[in-house]
């Protein structure tokens, strides 16, 4: 009878921790697997790290002092009722398990295995305290267990990377194109690939795949002898992270969209952003080109100091090698003047903003380096189509701006929004990662955004305050402005709320779920 009570706690505490480890493990892959971050991360987000669905287990401390099997059975109860209120909920951005989330969430399968093991081979009390234990600290097992695997994990990235050199040394002919910038790296990607796929059989890496890791799994698993051109993302957290790509693909031509305070929060000043994003600008060949957007005025100053040894074309609004001039919106979408080496000629596209107009001309400026004549591009730049949850225009009049994740490209998102002629209605948890600026930066977009909608919704409790002060700053009217907790009720107040007539609802940032 006691045995078969203890199997069942002891199956139990398993349910119990394997449905809360799926949860951080879930959070240590949003977080890069960097236990630096994942330790941060449990440290700013302690409500759900430490809270009473999580805490049930400290019950099995008083109950382990009952007689006889029945503080099993209890046990269990306890048990079993934290797993069900700590089922992870949908997520925006699921758990992907790859290779190496199956070996972590494996690794922590087997310390739990052992300390059942344990508890299984010790007295009633001793058993019960232990899975008491281990029930309340999951969140540390996942960090152990990323640890005990960091070995495994770095001598796996070193054979990976090592076959995708290989691959590359295979085909001497591929020209690589670096893209990189606080914003605009995934659409500048997406429309490089439309413009050059005019003459060339290009390949680019897929989605967010813009680590190390992400362009080499790109390399080892699409990369075709057929392939002219490779177009590589790099993304960077903190420095040299570039440069580590730039090591591994050894691009000819490097596109610099926008530098920005971007990820302030892990490179700590806007210097260490600039020096990071030029890394791939002094990685280039003296045979190769950089392309650089000098409507940003950071590249601007960089650009002014010099010492680059490949040379260089500019592109923007403003005076460049390659601009982008007379800009006329309409319901149909977008049409601007295209001037570059004294040639002109108008291009449409049916995209909105103006750094779409700032990306395509920069896209514009690679495809006439590469051969590509003006005149053939204007078919393709008409077919271009939105990056999704990129300023994309849903039925419903609904602005999806969800993956923006940057304070140029909000202001950018804004402007668009206050074109229409229509109830304009933001809805927006405001702009994360921005170190100890985060707050004056939003409430400083709060003030922008008080001139461009007619009403507000803002989500979520950090990062609404210096919105909603950046709003009335402005002069918006505070009946205007609804704070929901998430992004679900803020969608279904504004259903509840009566409509005047047509209505332009602009979605801005939907915060991955690490951040939530």
């Known amino acids: 009878m006691e045995l078969i009570a203890k199997i069942v706690m002891l199956a139990s505490c398993a349910v119990c921790v394997l449905v809360q480890t799926v949860y951080f493990t879930h959070m240590m892959q949003l977080n890069s697997y960097r236990n630096e971050r994942y330790r941060k991360w449990c440290k700013d987000h302690e409500e759900k790290v430490v809270n009473l669905r999580r805490l049930l287990p400290a019950l099995l401390l008083p109950i382990m002092w009952l007689p006889g099997v029945y503080s099993y059975y209890a046990a269990g109860a306890v048990l079993l009722l934290t797993a069900g209120l700590n089922i992870p909920k949908k997520a925006k951005k699921p758990l992907v398990f790859t290779h190496r989330v199956w070996r972590l969430l494996g690794m922590q399968a087997l310390l739990l295995l052992l300390v059942l093991t ?22 540390v097992w996942t960090l152990v267990s990323n640890f005990l695997l960091g070995p495994l994990e770095k001598a796996l990235a070193n054979r990976y990377v090592k076959d995708a050199r290989r691959r590359l040394e295979a085909m001497p002919g591929l020209l690589t194109i670096g893209v990189t910038g606080s914003y605009g790296k995934t659409s500048t990607k997406n429309f490089l690939h439309a413009l050059l796929s005019v003459k060339y059989n290009v390949l680019m890496t897929p989605e967010s795949y813009n680590t190390t890791l992400g362009v080499v799994r790109t390399i080892r698993e699409s990369l075709r002898p057929t ?20 090591d591994l693909v050894h691009p000819r031509y490097g596109v610099l969209t926008s530098v920005g305070e971007q990820h302030l929060e892990t490179f700590r000043t806007v210097e260490n952003i600039v020096k990071t994003k030029f890394e791939l600008i002094d990685a280039l060949p003296a045979e190769g080109r950089g392309f650089l957007n000098t409507d940003n005025e950071y590249i601007r100053l960089r650009l002014a100091e010099g010492g680059f040894s490949a040379p260089l074309t500019t592109y923007g609004l403003g ?32 995209l909105l903003g103006l750094h779409n107009v700032q990306n395509i001309t920069g ?37 999806d701006d969800a993956y923006n994740s940057n304070p140029a490209g909000f202001r950018s998102a804004l402007d668009v929004l206050a074109g229409f002629q229509a109830e304009r209605i933001l809805v ?36 609404a305050p210096p919105l909603k002060e950046g709003l009335l700053a402005g002069g918006f009217p505070e009946e ?3 704070v929901a907790p998430t992004l679900q009720a803020g969608l279904a107040h504004l259903r509840e709320k009566p409509a005047p007539g047509l209505r332009i609802t602009l979605l801005e940032n939907d915060l991955p779920d690490n951040f939530e």
């Open 428 to 463: 927006t948890p405001g702009m994360v990662e921005l170190g100890d600026k985060q707050d004056e930066l939003n409430r400083q977009l709060g003030e922008y955004a008080a001139a461009r909608c007619d009403y507000a919704v803002l989500v979520g409790e950090r990062q």
């Open 118 to 139: 344990g508890a299984f081979f010790v007295d009633r009390m001793r058993s019960i305290g232990m899975a008491a234990l281990y029930s309340l600290v999951v969140w």
């Open 363 to 399: 896209r514009i400026a690679v495809a006439l380096e590469l051969g590509i004549p003006l005149e053939d591009l204007v078919y393709p730049v008409r077919m271009l189509k939105p990056v999704e949850h990129r300023l994309q225009l849903l039925p419903g009049g609904i602005i």
């Open 319 to 350: 005076l460049s090698d390659v601009t982008a001039s007379d800009i006329q919106v309409d319901g149909a979408g977008t049409s601007f003047l295209i001037t570059a080496g004294g040639e002109s000629r108008r291009f449409t596209t049916r």
């Open 227 to 246: 392939h002219q051109v490779l177009i590589a993302e790099m993304g960077a957290k903190n420095p040299g992270d570039i440069r580590e790509i730039c």
């Open 480 to 482: 205007r402005i609804f």
